[in-house]
Each structure stands twice: as C-alpha cells, then as structure tokens.
Nanobody, 123 residues
Framework: QVHLVESGGGLVQPGGSSRLSCRAH????????MGWYRQAPGKQRELVAT???????NYDDSVKGRFNVSRDVAKNTGYLHMNILKPEDTAVYYC?????????????????WGQGTLVTVSS
C-alpha cells in the first residue's frame, strides 16, 4: 500500500525560511503530480503549489515569488521551499500526490495524501 510521509515544519520567525518534505512509500511506478495544500485555523484547505512529472509548477498568488517546489525523483520525494514567511502562512501543510500504481486491469492513478505538518510563523 502506498503512502506519503511528510517532514519539516515547526516554528519559524517572520521573514524566515523552512522546507517541507514529502516522501512516497510503497509499490508504485511513478509520481505523476505532487501538490501542496494548507489549512489555516478556521479556514478551508487551499492549494499552495503543484508540480507535474514534466517539471511544470503552479503557485497560488499568495506564495508566488516566495515558495518553490522541487522533486528528487531518485528519492521519491517532493519539497516545498518556503521563504520570506509571513504570519498568515501559518497552517497545517499537506502534500498530495497522484501515483501510478499497479492494478489488476493495468496501471492506474491513485491519489494519496500526507499526514500534514504544522508550520507556525511567529516571533
């Protein structure tokens, strides 16, 4: 069974940087899409950034120029690099991946979510 394990996060001062990691485990052929979402207290989960296996990336306007996604294919790991952090970036961050997995009828896409990791931006 495939699953995602997140790491990173914690307390960061305003203006600081942090990096989140999301590693895929289990039996799969490839990671087609990896995205990052966040949910602030009292708010709905929102999309932060996505990256495709082809290398394209998209960012929410609120993080453009400050956040960057990258992937280490050999390690089955995606990263969210967060810079110039603001208090309003405080949230639980989740990674989401679409993995190509083996199935009886042939390979198929499977959506998997990480467990979430808290990022608190505060002085």
């Amino acid at each position: 069974q495939v699953h995602l394990v997140e790491s990173g996060g914690g307390l960061v001062q305003p203006g600081g940087s942090s990096r989140l990691s999301c590693r895929a485990h289990g039996n799969f052929f490839s990671i087609n899409v990896m995205g990052w979402y966040r949910q602030a207290p009292g708010k709905q989960r929102e999309l932060v950034a996505t990256a495709t296996s082809g290398g394209s990336a998209n960012y929410d306007d609120s993080v453009k120029g400050r956040f960057n996604v990258s992937r280490d294919v050999a390690k089955n790991t995606g990263y969210l690099h967060m810079n110039i952090l603001k208090p309003e970036d405080t949230a639980v961050y989740y990674c989401r991946a679409v993995l190509l997995v083996p199935a009886l009828g042939g390979p198929q896409d499977l959506e998997v979510w990480g467990q979430g990791t808290l990022v608190t931006v505060s002085s």
